[in-house]
C-alpha cells in the first residue's frame, strides 16, 4: 500500500480517514477523489491541503474515462470507496442519484480496479443494509434486507463487489460501519443537526418518539477499523464495525444538551419518516479478532464532538444556508409546524 486512491475523500467520514492514514504512515502518497457534490467540501481536508503526500482530483466515480485516468496517473495500487449518497432522508425525496453512484459508480470504480491491476479494493458500506433487529445483533453472513432507498443502493453496490471477488478475482473487502460520528459530519445528520440548531437555541427536529436504537460509533474509530481490514482482512469478506454503544436517540440527544447547558424544551416530536429503521445493531467479533480497539467512551467522544462544532463555527455555519435552508424546509418545515414539545 504505497498509493491509495480514497474515493469521497472529501466526505466526512473519508476526509477524517485522509487525515488518519496521513499521521499514522509516513511512506504513503494519498489520492482524494471526489465529486463535490453538497456534501463534499474542501474545508474538510484544508490542514492537510499543503502536505505533498496529498493529492486531490474532482471526478465522480461513475464516469470511467476520470477513474481511468487517476488511478493510470497516479500508479494507484490501493482503492478505498468513501464515495456514496449517505442520507436517508435525501434518498426518499430523490432516489435516482443514490443509484448512480452508490451502485452504477461502483461498478465503474471496479471494474477499473480489475483493469489497472489494483492490488486491493476496500468497499465503505453501513449496518443500514441489514434492515432493523429488534432484539440480538447482526452478524456478516445475515441476509441483506434494506428497507430505504439508500440502504438498497449500498447494499447493491456491496453485491457488485463481492461480485467482481468471486468472476475476476480482485482483492476486496467490505466494511458496514455502525452510526459514525465526529467532526466535519455535514449537518444534516442528526448529530451534527441537532447541536448546530442547540447552538442557536433553534428548535431539534425529533422523529416519532426518538426511542430508534443506534450502534454509535465514533468517527476515529471507524477510521482505525478501516485501516485495520485493509491490512489484515481476509480477501472477499466482510467485516462488521460496531461501535458497542447502542442509545436511544432521544437520549444521546439529552447528553448532548446536558453537555451545551441547553434546555429539553428544544426537542420536537415530529412525523417520522417512512420505513424509518428501530434498532441496528452488529455483532463486531470477526474485526475483534483482528485486534480491533476503541479508542475513548462514546461519553468522551460526545463530548469532544460537541465542542468540536462549538469551536468552529466558520465550518458549518456557511454550510446551513444556500441549499442546505431548501433541503430543510422540504424535510422538516411542514413536520415542524405540527410538532409537539418535549414535556
Known amino acids: 500500500m504505497k498509493n491509495l486512491l480514497v474515493t469521497g475523500g472529501a466526505g466526512f467520514i ?39 503526500r496529498y493529492k486531490f482530483v474532482r471526478g465522480d466515480i461513475a464516469n470511467r474515462d476520470a477513474v481511468a485516468r487517476v488511478l493510470a496517473s497516479n500508479e494507484i495500487d490501493t482503492v478505498v470507496n468513501f464515495a456514496a449518497e449517505s442520507h436517508v432522508d435525501r434518498s426518499i425525496l430523490n432516489p435516482d442519484a443514490f443509484i448512480q453512484t ?18 486491493r479494493f476496500l468497499q465503505v458500506s453501513t449496518d443500514e443494509v441489514y434492515g432493523s433487529i429488534p432484539e440480538g445483533y447482526f452478524k456478516e453472513g445475515d441476509p441483506l434486507e434494506p428497507n430505504s432507498p439508500y440502504a438498497a443502493s449500498k447494499a447493491g453496490g456491496e453485491l457488485m463487489v463481492r461480485a467482481y471477488h468471486v468472476t475476476y478475482g480482485l482483492n476486496t473487502v467490505v466494511t458496514r460501519g455502525s452510526n459514525t460520528f465526529g467532526p466535519y459530519q455535514y449537518p444534516e445528520k442528526l448529530l451534527p443537526l441537532f447541536i448546530t440548531n442547540a447552538i442557536d437555541d433553534e428548535p431539534l427536529p425529533l422523529y416519532g418518539d426518538g426511542m430508534q436504537v443506534r450502534d454509535w460509533l465514533y468517527v476515529d474509530d471507524h477510521c482505525s477499523g478501516i485501516d485495520l481490514v485493509l491490512q489484515k482482512g ?37 412525523e417520522d ?50 441549499e442546505y435552508r431548501r433541503y430543510y424546509e422540504a424535510q422538516y418545515g411542514r413536520r415542524l409546524r405540527g410538532a409537539s414539545q418535549q414535556d
Open 234 to 270: 481476509e480477501p472477499g469478506e466482510v467485516y462488521n464495525l460496531g461501535g458497542g454503544n447502542e442509545r436511544h436517540n432521544i437520549d444521546v440527544i439529552r447528553q448532548m444538551l446536558a453537555i451545551l447547558g441547553k434546555p429539553e424544551s428544544l426537542i420536537r416530536h415530529v
Open 273 to 322: 419518516r417512512p420505513g424509518h429503521d428501530r434498532r441496528y445493531a452488529l455483532d463486531n467479533t470477526r474485526i475483534r479478532r483482528l485486534g480491533w480497539r476503541f479508542g475513548q467512551s462514546f461519553e468522551e467522544a460526545l463530548e469532544r464532538t460537541v465542542r468540536w462544532y462549538v469551536e468552529n463555527e466558520w465550518w458549518w455555519r456557511k454550510i446551513k444556508s444556500g
Open 102 to 119: 452508490d451502485v452504477v459508480g461502483v461498478y465503474v470504480l471496479l471494474d477499473e480496479s480489475r483493469k489497472h491491476g489494483v492490488e
Open 14 to 52: 473519508g476526509s477524517n480517514f485522509v487525515r488518519y492514514m496521513l499521521g499514522k504512515y509516513s511512506d504513503i502518497y494519498v489520492v482524494v477523489f471526489d465529486k463535490l457534490t453538497y456534501a463534499g467540501n474542501l474545508d474538510n481536508l484544508e490542514d492537510v491541503s499543503q502536505d505533498p
